[in-house]
């Protein structure tokens, strides 16, 4: 039972725990060390370190100009920002990842790192696993919202986005060490379940005996019921008073309902699986026995108010108010989301809330983390922990830019698209092995596999590697084309560079272990540099629960790789072994990000 809950002690966002962090934190904490030394007054400044943008640095700090102008008025030791700059690259502590520092114009300390510390970070990355990468987020433990289809009605193209980006994010936040719960919050309380209870009752009253045959395809038992609903008003009179037996417990209605969640679930879960999404289902009928209490304390606190008949909270700034109890005295999409949110933060203890929905519900869940703060639930400032955030998406359009439609313009049945991504991948990785003469040398096995891998993987990257909340069209043609940015692109390009190395003939677990890297080639150093941005890159598409992000470091690194491929001489160079680690280096790298991303990686082509 819900009880009123103390309102959270808020901590700052985004701090580095312990742990050694992305090589971007690493510097952040020099310079907050010289700092510190440098302006002891000034004890809170953090410290702003970013990727430079000159070719002659690897990165910048930046603090020297929003420092100069705080100190300005009470220390004569500075003229001008550059000295400070100049103070602050003079007092960083002596660090073998530093090579050399110069200031320029207004402060900027500008870093080189030392060519031999990347060389090594990569080696040990090699010898220790790219976990030990993993940047760190000052975040315990997630919930991520996604997914979330309605029971019995269609899952569409909108809850496979969710799904795919909704993974992304997980397995993102998973791989940075933060404890995620992964929900599927199904629509499996709302009123269409009288409807759909009260037609299997009127269409097959032996339902119990024959069961999930009676109900069959649960979408046209779903599009049957509701033309019944539309046509007989005394058929939607039963359905309505179905609803009030389900919701007040009758087990005869109660039995039918969970038949029919599930038929649902079956489904849904084979879609999961194909797509290698685990997901933990508590649906909005599990809330639902919370809400009372929930909204008790929203009352005492002063929130709820009575209006034209209904219970509301009125949120600032917006004309219309939330409304938590219907005029008829039921609950709605709103008091289960306020139910669900009080359960995340104080049972689940949830320090960040992720909803992955399309951007059409953009208002509802303004609405709800402003009823939150109200409430106290949530600090008054956004970037302040315990967090929620709506993370929205686009349209998933079709060639004619409209909403995405089959032929025959119904909605896509996920099954289908996945069947026809599979098939369509199937059939031109077997004309590219007809083609290079390669076809004798594959199982039927490993096609299928891999014809999964890429189309899957083909769909997946497609949606991922726009920024979210764009509109994305939907074409089979160019999310499997083997140019440009897709997944069969990078998942070929990774297994060349897997081929490489198995064609080398040397043993790579032996040469981690007795070689070394050197980065002397400059398209060798600026493919180490690449790499050992990957933590501060998975750390920033975190925080700004942003997938593209590692589609577009994913892209690049592909690119450089091929450059450095094109100009390094790699099996047979006398720098070969330090050659083939970096080969093996980026393999490793881009398997990660292909995890991350939910695909799976090819090595054979
Ligand atoms: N079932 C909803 C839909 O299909 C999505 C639920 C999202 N999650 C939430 N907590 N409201 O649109």
Redesign the pocket.
Known sequence: KASISAPPEAKPADKMGDGIGSVKQQISRLFETSLKTTFPDEANTEPMVAISTQKFADYQCNNAMSLFSKIKGKSTDYRNPNSVGQAIARNLPPSDIIESTSVAGPGFVNVVLSSTWVAQYIQSMLLNGIETWAPLLSVKRAVV?FS???IAKEMHVG?LRSTIIGDTLARMLEFSKVDVLRRN???DWGTQFGMLIEYLFEMFPNWEDVGEQAIGDLQEFYKASKKRFDDDPSFKERAQLAVVQLQGGDMKYRNAWKKICEISRKEFDLVYKRLGVYLEEKGESFYNPYIPGVLEELTQKGLVEESEGARVIFIEGQSIPLIVVKKDGGFN?AST?LA?LWYRLNEEKAEWII?V??AG?QLHFSMLFSAARKAGWLPENSNLYPKANHVGFGLVLGSDGKRFRTRSSEVVRLAELLDEAKDRSKAELRTRLEDSGKVAEWTDEELEETAEAVGYGAVKYADLKNNRSTNYTFSFEQMLNDKGNTAVYLLYAHARICSIIRKSGKDIKELMKNGTVVLAHPDERILGLHLIHFAEMVEEACINLLPNVICEYLYNLSEIFTRFYTNCKVVGSAEETSRLLLCEATAVVMRKCFHLLGIKPVYKI
């Open positions: 919202d979330s289809p309605n809850h919050h199904v629509g999409y989301d669900a909803y929905t399309d519900q």
